[in-house]
């Protein structure tokens, strides 16, 4: 098997995780961070970026958003032209496509790269959606050495897009789920609120979410004024009613926005 050499920027939680799984699995990897951390079995350390990345076939840069322009600026100008330059970062698509050029300015190749769930669950193998320049090519490059990689577009950003997306949804699930809680903590029903949320949460299939987003259009009106009143609910238990006003405000838009469709062809004969 060939051994692919891989730099990782980057090494907290999840640059640690990538880093080592793919050590792991035979790559030959370096890592850099410019915090003092442990480094992971099997990952060389390295004083620099420049270092790190200089006779890398592939970099992957998991640092924090506003710190991802620097780390590409640290990286682009010593890497060799042709390799892949690889942004993990949860940063918006302005932001990828700004790497990107950045990386093709170096005669790199560019790739937007949305992790698509917790890190701390499958470690190397997190779902990952990448997009960009032969996107393709770097999923069969970063395979073999654990990553689990789905080619979504030739276009840095599209990944960033589809992550911020799942983002509104999933933060906002756990928001509401704060919120409620305290609240529930607050009337003295914690108890049996937290095997609620469970029991609710552990129902959403496929039709009870259709049925959730499409009962919006008969029973908006309805939905709405419940809503009025969970939030002075709320109120009276001194918890600001934040993502409780929120979902008011999106169902008041039902009438004249209608709902998202739900449904598609897969949804034939259910």
């Known amino acids: 098997m060939t051994v692919v050499n891989v730099a990782v920027l980057g090494l907290g939680e999840a640059g640690s995780a990538f880093a080592g799984g793919m050590a792991a699995n035979g790559a030959h990897v370096r890592g850099f961070d410019p915090a003092e951390v442990s480094l992971p079995a099997g990952v060389a350390d390295c004083i620099t970026a420049a270092q790190a990345v200089s006779e890398a076939e592939a970099v992957i840069a998991l640092t924090h958003a506003a710190d991802a322009l620097d ?14 330059y690889a942004d993990f970062a949860t940063g918006d698509p302005e932001l990828k496509r700004e790497i990107a050029k950045r990386a093709r300015e170096h005669g790199l190749r560019a790739i937007d790269g949305a992790v698509m769930s917790p890190v701390p669950l499958a470690g ?20 073999p050495a654990g990553l689990r990689l789905t080619a979504v577009s030739t276009e840095p950003g599209v990944a960033a897009t589809r992550k911020l997306l799942r983002s509104v949804l999933v933060k906002g699930m756990s928001a509401l789920v704060i919120e409620s809680l305290r609240a529930a903590e607050t009337a003295g029903e914690a108890d049996w609120f937290r ?48 993502t409780s006003e929120a979902t008011r405000q999106v169902l008041e838009s039902v009438p004249e926005r209608g709902v998202p469709a739900m449904r598609d062809d897969s949804d034939v004969g259910r």
């Open 124 to 143: 190397v193998a997190t779902p990952v959606d990448v997009a960009g320049d032969d996107a393709g090519e770097f999923v069969r490059l970063l395979s």
């Open 195 to 242: 095997g609620h949320v469970f029991d609710v949460l552990g129902q959403l299939d496929r039709e009870y979410v259709t049925r959730l987003v499409e009962g919006n259009v008969k029973h908006s009106g309805r939905r709405v004024h419940e809503m009025a009143a969970a939030s002075e609910l709320l109120r009276q238990l001194g918890e600001p009613p934040l």
């Open 71 to 84: 780390a590409a600026e640290s990286a682009v100008g010593q890497m060799a032209p042709g390799a892949f």
